[in-house]
């Protein structure tokens, strides 16, 4: 069985696309996200099913301030 997944970096290619939405619907597959995310959620979505960063801390600092959140964004699996 094929499966598909995205790749989200830390790049800006996805800013002003809208693509939020259909990434977190699964549209694309898993969500592989690399570093921390930049962008505004309705760009770059929330999903996250594979997290690879070199520090889970930068993560959750990132969620919180950027976001606003009070708690970081959850992730299925985290590779540091």
């Known amino acids: ?20 939405e259909r990434i977190d619907a699964g549209e ?10 930049y962008g505004e959620t309705e760009d770059v979505g929330v999903r996250t099913d594979v997290m690879f960063t070199f520090m889970k801390e930068l993560w959750d600092r990132w969620c919180v301030r950027q976001l606003g959140m009070e708690q970081p964004l959850p ?6």
């Open 1 to 20: 069985m094929e499966k598909k997944c995205i790749i989200v970096g830390s790049g800006y290619d996805l800013t002003g696309r809208g693509l939020g």
């Open 28 to 37: 694309f597959g898993d969500v592989i996200r690399i570093s921390r995310r």
């Open 75 to 80: 992730y299925g699996k985290l590779v540091v």
